[in-house]
């Protein structure tokens, strides 16, 4: 059984840094992208950051390029994103996904395995 668990969210003040993790089980995803998306009360969930199996691309939404850097490490079988200068608009629960396809993409219908999501809160 396939499964991914985000740890890291909290509450942060405006400005401030926050490391999201996703470990992977019940299969290796070193040959397969990942990505971390988020959902913020009554919005669609969005994309924030791919990478690829190798780590050498790497793509981000433009309203978080510049400030999260999204990282993996296939030897633990997980993925993070270390988020910095935080706004409140970031506010939302973040979800770690990866597809069964191998090529890196930004769209979350190509993204088979997600996690249970966790809450990221920056207030003002």
């Known amino acids: 059984q396939v499964q991914l668990v985000e740890s890291g969210g909290g509450l942060v003040q405006a400005g401030g840094s926050l490391r999201l993790s996703c470990a992977a089980s019940g299969r290796t995803f070193s040959e397969n992208a990942m990505g971390w998306f988020r959902q913020a009360p009554g919005k669609e969930r969005e994309f924030v950051a791919a990478i690829s199996w190798s780590g050498g691309t790497r793509y981000y939404a433009d309203y978080v390029k510049g400030r999260f850097t999204i990282s993996r490490d296939n030897a633990k079988n997980a993925v993070y994103l270390q988020m910095d200068s935080l706004k409140p608009e970031d506010t939302a629960v973040y979800y770690c996904?990866?597809?069964?396809?191998?090529?890196?993409?930004?769209?979350?219908?190509?993204?088979?395995?997600w996690g249970q999501g966790t809450q990221v809160t920056v207030s003002s």
């Open positions: 996904a990866a597809p069964k396809a191998v090529g890196v993409t930004t769209l979350a219908q190509r993204y088979d395995y």
